[in-house]
């Protein structure tokens, strides 16, 4: 039974950081795309970043240059770098992960085409 789990989130000023971390275990796939979604009362779940067993990133716009992606290949393990933050990065964070490459593995991948998630994590950032 595949389970995601994530760890990390909390408060923070704006400008400071915080690091997003998610465990995947269950499963052993040789191909998959590994991600991070966040969610905002009243506005569509939004791709973060993402990664595929390949190492290869994407990240959304807002986070370029803010947000950074690293993972353990041998644990599934994911991690988010988030520096910079302002308030409007603040919403509920979520892992998501599948094995299927019928999609594209980039944050245009829309979270339906997700089949593992995790519960979330949420992250507040004060001005």
């Known amino acids: 039974q595949v389970q995601v789990a994530e760890f990390g989130g909390g408060a923070v000023q704006a400008g400071g950081s915080l690091r997003l971390s998610c465990t995947v275990s269950?499963?052993?796939?040789?191909?998959?795309?590994m991600a991070w979604f966040r969610q905002v009362p009243g506005k569509e779940r939004e791709g973060v970043a993402t990664i595929d067993d390949n190492g290869q990133r994407t990240y959304a716009k807002f986070g370029k240059g803010r947000f950074f992606l690293s993972r353990e290949i041998a644990a599934y393990n994911l991690n988010l770098e988030m520096n910079s933050l302002q308030p409007e990065d603040s919403g509920m964070y979520f892992c998501?992960?599948?094995?299927?490459?019928?999609?594209?593995?980039?944050?245009?991948?829309?979270?339906?085409?997700?089949?593992?998630w995790g519960q979330g994590t949420h992250v507040i950032v004060s001005s």
């Open positions: 269950g499963y052993t796939w040789p191909r998959f795309c």
């Open positions: 998501a992960a599948d094995p299927s490459y019928f999609y594209e593995c980039t944050t245009a991948r829309k979270k339906g085409e997700y089949d593992y």
